[in-house]
């Protein structure tokens, strides 16, 4: 299986800051890597595909990057309904496997 | 707009079995793949597997054995069936409609929590 490591596991910061997650993945995936959002109580949303693609009515202050084994999510101008947990997930390889989670708290 | 919404026994007993159904409302399951995730309480995220609409599937090899995915011939709901449950299978059960281009989940069902206890 393709083990997936977020960091940081969780990382608080202030209304209209800026804040990026790191995703690593045990082997290359190309750019096989979605980013989920997830607040508490609810189901996650897809964000992001194929690394830094933005699905459809995802705000422009999310953005993704990287490939191989090294991908970012950034937030920019943080807004109260960012603050919820991030999830990084390849799909290259079965099985499907997701990232730690990263939270984000409000400072 | 694309829909949905898990159904089931909200609490199972050890070494007896878990089904799920998941009704898909708003759009077509036709060249998607029907999936199911779970997520233990306070942790995160594990795929299941997938129907795709062949009828093929595609399992996590740590449920394999005990894991069944189906499409219902009305081909607007599919099912979960977890054999030989114990508490680790405890969780949110999540229905998703992932594709038709890649392996991500873009809509959701709301979720429903499986406890599995005597």
């Known amino acids: 299986d393709i083990q997936m490591t977020q960091s940081p596991s969780s990382l608080s910061a202030s209304l209209g800051g800026r804040v990026t997650i790191t995703c690593r993945a045990s082997?290359?995936?190309?750019?096989?890597l979605a980013w989920f959002q997830q607040e508490p109580g609810k189901a996650p949303k897809s964000l992001i595909y194929?690394?830094?693609n933005l699905q459809s009515g995802v705000p422009s202050r999310f953005s993704g990057s990287g490939s191989g084994t090294y991908f970012t999510l950034t937030i920019s101008s943080l807004q109260p309904e960012d603050f919820a947990t991030y999830y990084c997930?390849?799909?290259?390889?079965?099985?499907?496997?997701f990232g730690g989670g990263t939270k984000l708290e409000i400072k | 707009q694309v829909q949905l919404q898990e159904s089931g026994p909200g609490l199972v007993k050890p070494s007896e079995t878990l089904s799920l159904t998941c009704i898909v409302s708003?759009?077509?399951?036709?060249?998607?793949?029907l999936s199911w995730f779970r997520q233990p309480p306070g942790k995160g995220l594990e795929w299941i597997g997938y129907?795709?609409?062949?009828?093929?599937?595609n399992y996590n090899p740590s449920l394999t054995n005990r894991v069944t995915i189906s499409e219902a011939s009305s081909k607007n709901q599919f099912s979960l069936t977890l054999n030989s449950v114990t508490t680790a299978d405890t969780a949110v059960y999540y229905c998703?409609?992932?594709?038709?281009?890649?392996?991500?989940?873009?809509?959701w069902g709301q979720g429903t929590l499986v406890t599995v206890s005597s």
């Open positions: 997930q390849q799909y290259v390889n079965y099985p499907l496997t």
């Open positions: 998703a409609r992932c594709g038709p281009l890649r392996l991500v989940a873009d809509h």
């Open positions: 129907v795709y609409n062949t009828g093929s599937t």
């Open positions: 082997q290359g995936i190309s750019t096989y």
């Open positions: 194929g690394a830094s």
């Open positions: 708003g759009g077509s399951t036709s060249n998607y793949y």
